[in-house]
Each structure stands twice: as C-alpha cells, then as structure tokens.
C-alpha cells in the first residue's frame, strides 16, 4: 500500500496538468471539458503529488473508456463520489468512471456535465483559489492526517471527506455571493 504523503506545493503542477490534457484531447469525446482538480490545481497548496484531472462529458453513459485505456490509463471502473453530509443527491448525480496513471501519477475523473460531483469539484477549486485562509486550514488538516495516518488510506478519507463538506458549505455560500457560474472549458 502506498504510503499517504502530503508535499508542499508544486509549481510544476500546472505545467503536468497541462501536459496530460493536451494528451488526453484525443480521448475525449466531442464538447468534452478537460479541468484541472483537486489539491495540485490551487497555487501555494500542499498536496499529494498526483495530478487530479476532471473530464465532462456529455453522458457517462456513452462514454467509451477504449481511448484513455489505449492511451496508457488503467481503468479502475465505474463508482460513486463521496456524497457530503446534508447534501441528500441521488447516486447518479455521484458516478464517475475513473482511471490512473501511474508514471507521472495522474487521476481522471470522468464526470456527466450537470451532475452535483462535477460541479463540486470545480467549485471547491474556485473557492480554495479565492479563500487563502480556507486553503491553509485545509493543507493543515492534510497534513496532519498524513502525518498520523499515512498508512490507513480509509481513516485518512473518513476524516478528510466531512472537511471537504465543511469547505463544501463555504464553497456555496461563496458561489452565491460572488455569482461564480461552473467554467465551461
């Protein structure tokens, strides 16, 4: 099992994030949406040194994984998102299909445009972008866990996941009064 470490920000990150989309391009479907996610997209934030990426597409349903797979992605399925604590969605808001890379480490996130899982990833991101002490409050609870937790990959999640629903709540809250929209590209 691999050990959960937390390292401090990357400024290569955004340049692996771009690397890997202009690769993925091809194995996207038509009006498909290539974002940046997860910890490595929010400048000066700690994170796992995995790059997390989030492909909309149109449907799950007719989304054929052949073309990640053929670019050197292994698929590790279909599967449900976290569902935050208060926020009753149905599981299909929550599916994705997933896939890693792990030569550089990469996760693709593919997600339905629309669905509650897509936009929260894109919003939690824009938020933590904008709330510098929301960040560092977030990179200190990483970092504790990792550091009391490194080898219990489930202990780490069953305390981060109701974090990220705190930073969720911020996250709406900020959304409303600032008019932030889901990015289309």
Known sequence: MKVI???SYQKCWPDRFR?????LLGSCPQGSAIHHIGSTA???LAGKDVIDIQISVASLAHFDPGALIAAGYLNRGEMLDHMPAGVPVSSSELAKR???STEPFIHVHVRERGRFNQRF???CRDYLRANRPAAVAYEAV?????AQLPNDKSAYYAVKDPVSDLILAGAEEW????????PED
Do not use: C, H, N
């Not at 990483?142 to 990792?146: T, Y």
């Open 5 to 7: 470490e937390i390292v």
């Open 19 to 23: 690397m890997a989309a202009e690769a």
């Open 98 to 100: 997933y896939f890693v």
């Open 142 to 146: 990483k970092r504790m866990l990792a």
């Open 175 to 182: 959304a409303a009064r600032t008019g932030w929209i889901v």
């Open 42 to 44: 929010i400048p000066g």
């Open 121 to 123: 990833a894109l919003l």
